[in-house]
């Protein structure tokens, strides 16, 4: 077994988390929240949006006074099957889960449910939230906008965020279908990734000014935030390969993310003020549909298995042995590691065994040895 390869448990990693976020100012019933966003992010492979993500993104913005720990959640207007929230630059996972299950609760009653957010945060892995639907047996659907990073077809300056519109269908199978890419060939948090594991990108991911390729991946982080460089859109640079397509998806998820809500878009959301670091005031939209409002969930779930199973037995590629479908993978990576935990490489143990000295929590310390 390699460094890359050991695993903390996934009920030492929620606890310790839950127990540090109590700590830096979250309420526990939240942090129970944000820590199973988390976990989940994780169980299913998404791991550019898990446990990794807690220090840099939720607790040094806290520590910065941009993020508010306690979240003050307000609905400002609201109809039987419609609701704006502004979340006070709360936690977004907090602000995010309650509008998702408000959107729920009307689809329950009235067959569908839209929530539209203004004033969130960064609401981790974005499939979290349609999977409630799906729990339900429900249709769920979300986006949100972010601060920017792709630039449009033709541009080399970073104006949208990433912008994921994320979908969750029910199925007869033992997963759902789920969803959830960024509108950008790639996101900051899969350079994260690998500006940890030191590892080069692949080019066309990311342009500089002159719209060349950039592969560093801890030179691209810095000039992402410096506004030096950019994400191409799903489809690349240019019209030739579609990136026109991914240009505009973003777009859909940037005006669906703020008009309806009135809230902040674009360089809004850059995080930084006369040189000061601010809140990242993000938009999101939430959207639940009930199949039984349509059909019986079942005969929904059966034939949305029967689509999935014939894509995968269709004629495969040359070389290739298996056709998947959205949410495959994830289901497998959760049935490898279920059993296991969460996949830890050095930085990561370094930075958890940080936060045990920091939040007081030295008995934690024997789990995040190297």
């Known amino acids: 077994m390699t460094k890359e390869e050991r695993f903390i448990p996934f009920d030492v990693i929620e606890k310790f988390m839950i127990e540090v976020m109590v700590k830096a100012g979250i309420p526990e019933g939240d942090a129970k929240i944000v820590a ?6 994780d169980k299913l492979g998404f791991d550019s949006h898990g ?87 429900m ?13 449009p077809t033709f541009g080399v300056e970073n104006m949208l ?13 033992d997963f759902p279908f789920l969803l959830d890419c960024a509108t950008s060939i790639t996101q900051r948090g899969k350079v994260e990734v690998y500006a940890r594991q030191g590892k080069e990108m692949p080019k066309g991911w990311v342009i500089d000014k002159n719209g060349e390729s950039k592969t560093n991946s801890v030179e691209v982080l810095e000039d992402l935030n410096a506004g030096r460089a950019a994400f191409t859109p799903l489809g690349g640079v240019g019209e030739e390969t579609g990136g026109y397509k ?18 902040a878009y674009l360089k809004m959301l850059m995080g930084i003020k006369d040189g000061k670091k601010v809140p990242y005031p993000l938009g999101h939209f939430f959207i639940a549909i ?6 019986e969930p079942a005969d929904f779930k059966k034939t949305t298995g029967n689509i999935l199973r014939e894509l995968r ?28 935990g969460v996949p830890f490489n050095d930085a990561l143990f370094e930075e958890f065994a940080g ?3 920091t939040y007081g929590l030295e008995n934690y310390l024997p789990h995040f040895q190297k």
């Open 355 to 357: 936060m045990c000295k």
């Open 139 to 151: 249709i769920g659907v979300t986006g949100t906008n972010a601060r920017p990073s792709i630039a």
């Open 313 to 340: 037995a269709s004629q495969k590629m040359p070389g290739e042995n298996r056709i998947y479908t959205a949410g495959e993978k994830e289901h497998d990576t959760w049935m490898y590691r279920k059993d296991k």
């Open 246 to 263: 991914g240009y505009g998806y973003a777009t859909v998820v940037e005006i669906l993310s703020s008009a309806l809500q009135q809230g």
């Open 161 to 173: 965020g990433t912008n994921p519109m994320t979908f969750g269908m029910p199925s007869d199978e």
């Open 51 to 137: 446990v990794n993500r807690l220090k840099p993104i939720y607790l040094d913005r806290i520590n910065d006074g941009i993020l508010n720990p306690v979240t003050n959640l307000e609905v400002v207007k609201e109809s039987p099957t419609t609701a704006v929230v502004d979340g006070h630059n709360g936690m977004g996972h907090v602000i995010s889960y309650k509008s998702m299950q408000m959107a729920i609760d009307k689809a329950k009653k009235y067959g569908m449910g839209m929530v539209a957010v203004r004033n969130s945060t960064h609401y981790g892995f974005a499939g979290y939230y349609p999977l409630m639907a799906t729990e339900q047996d």
């Open 290 to 295: 009930d199949i039984n409002a349509f059909t």
């Open 36 to 41: 199973d966003v988390l976990v989940k992010a």
